[in-house]
């Protein structure tokens, strides 16, 4: 069994977007991109809002834990990792 000493835990936040969805059945697609890696999981959030803004003009957006509510044209999701520093 893997020790869990010297392990930290990051938060990562992607972007999935989701402007390919409603073509043909079989044609349709997202795509998921790493944004950043933060400390914390209100790091990642803040972060989130601050790329909506850009796309959609809003700056709250609805979360549901770590996933943001279906935002139309992209989500957000922050997922937790145990690394090794």
């Given amino acids: 069994m893997a020790s869990t000493a010297n392990k930290a835990v990051v938060f990562v936040l992607e972007e ?6 409603g073509g043909p059945m079989g044609s349709e697609y997202t795509t998921r991109t790493i944004v950043d890696i933060f400390a914390s999981v209100e790091g990642a959030k803040r972060e989130a809002e ?3 803004a850009k796309v959609d003009g809003r700056e709250k957006v609805e979360w ?6 279906d935002l139309l044209s992209r989500m957000y999701h922050i997922r937790k990792w145990n690394v090794r520093p």
């Fill in 16 to 21: 999935e977007d989701l402007t390919h969805l």
């Fill in 50 to 52: 601050k790329q909506y």
């Fill in 64 to 69: 549901d834990g770590l996933r943001t509510v």
